[in-house]
């Protein structure tokens, strides 16, 4: 298993609608957890970041963690064309405490 | 600058020859990454730099890609003898403390012909 696993897509959520975006991740990682967004031809833009099982909220944004199921999800409600972009899940490497392991990504679309 | 800088944002040279690519990072960020992003791929993890110092460089491919942050600010990655497998987004980024999350540049898109 990789650190951190991530479905590639595509999703398709119609405008409004609320995109759940899931990973998964391997002892390999420690509990600190951020979600990215990455534009096509962009580099990753941070939006998020968790480190306690629960639920963390930022706007249109909520990230969730499940220690024991070691996943993370992302959840952006009132979701808008704007959103279109891949989400990168990433973890830091237990090993180094420093390094981010990244997903593939989840290429999210949101239609009109 | 306000955010991650890097250069050239294009490059692109024949198989066998050096390159430099530059990355400057957020004023008073200590931290300092290079990743390399391939197409459908999240970003991979090549170097890390705490000040000066390469504090683990275990994610360079092979030993013809060096990196150097010889002030603690700007860092530049070299990559000797290019093959075609070295196209790829190189991904400069900073940080001001390891659990923070990373503030990419731009990247620096390189393409080996």
């Known amino acids: 298993q990789k650190e951190v696993e991530q479905n590639s897509g595509p999703l398709s959520v119609p405008e409004g609608a609320i995109a759940s975006l899931n990973c998964t991740y391997s002892?390999?990682?420690?509990?600190?957890f951020f979600w990215y967004r990455q534009y096509s031809g962009k580099s990753p833009e941070l939006i998020m970041s968790?480190?306690?099982?629960g639920d963390k909220e930022d706007g249109r944004f909520t990230a969730q963690l499940n220690k024991a199921s070691q996943y993370v999800s992302l959840l952006i409600r009132d979701s808008q064309p704007s959103d279109s972009a891949t989400y990168l899940c990433?973890?830091?490497?237990?090993?180094?405490?420093?390094?981010?392991?990244f997903g593939k990504g989840t290429s999210l679309l949101v239609t009109p | 600058g306000a955010g991650v800088s890097q250069t050239p944002s294009n490059k692109v040279t024949e198989k066998g020859k050096y390159v430099e690519l530059r990355c400057d990072p957020i004023?008073?960020?200590?931290?300092l990454y290079w990743y390399r992003q391939s197409l459908g791929q999240g970003p991979e993890f090549l170097i890390y730099?705490?000040?000066?110092?390469?504090?683990?460089d275990s994610g360079l491919p092979n030993d013809r890609f060096f990196a150097v942050r010889p002030e603690g600010s700007v860092s530049t990655l070299k990559i000797q003898r290019t093959e075609r497998g070295d196209s790829a987004v190189y991904l400069c980024?900073?940080?001001?403390?390891?659990?923070?999350?990373?503030?990419f540049g731009q990247g620096t898109r390189l393409t080996v012909v």
């Open positions: 980024a900073s940080s001001p403390r390891t659990d923070y999350g990373l503030f």
């Open positions: 002892d390999r990682v420690s509990q600190s």
């Open positions: 968790i480190y306690s099982n």
């Open positions: 990433a973890a830091v490497n237990s090993n180094s405490g420093y390094a981010l392991n």
């Open positions: 004023s008073g960020h200590t931290a």
């Open positions: 730099f705490q000040g000066t110092g390469a504090a683990d």
